[in-house]
């Protein structure tokens, strides 16, 4: 059994560049520039291929930008998630030192030192004014 070679096909640039034009200004399939000039598909995507990437004014991304491309608008969106998570306000947080915590039922929780018990309402935040210091006759000190 004999197998006939096929002699590999050299083209030049010229003929690359144009039937790259075909592909992409002419808007042709690559199937109809194969069938055309009697070229290799696997050729032509290589050819469409290379030029694209020799282009300083292609759009197309890489796959390693692509990859990137993913994961930057992943992580983008987590920090947003992460972001509107902290902007709500946490429940029961006083604003600052002198608020203290009244809850209802009557029960006190038991991390929070603040804490005052009220019956049959909701949690309400006031504010805590500590009592004017006086000397030890009773009189306010100013």
């Known amino acids: 059994m004999s197998m006939k070679t096929k002699k590999k096909r050299r083209y030049t640039d010229a003929f690359k560049r144009d039937a790259v034009k075909l592909v992409k200004a002419e808007g042709m399939s690559v199937a109809a520039v194969v069938r055309d000039l009697g070229i290799n598909a696997n050729s032509l995507y290589k050819w469409v291929s290379d ?10 991304v890489s796959a390693n930008e692509r990859e990137e491309l993913l994961r930057l608008r992943k992580e983008n969106r987590v920090l947003r998630e992460e972001r509107e998570i902290l902007k709500k306000p946490r ?7 002198s608020e203290m915590s009244i809850h209802p039922g009557g029960k006190r929780p038991s991390h929070d030192s603040n804490s005052v018990p009220r019956a049959r309402c909701s949690a309400v935040n006031v504010l805590f004014v500590p009592p004017q210091a006086t000397d030890r006759f009773g009189h306010s000190e100013r």
């Open 51 to 60: 030029a694209a990437a020799a282009d300083p004014d292609n759009e197309e």
């Open 91 to 97: 429940r029961f947080s006083r604003r600052n030192r």
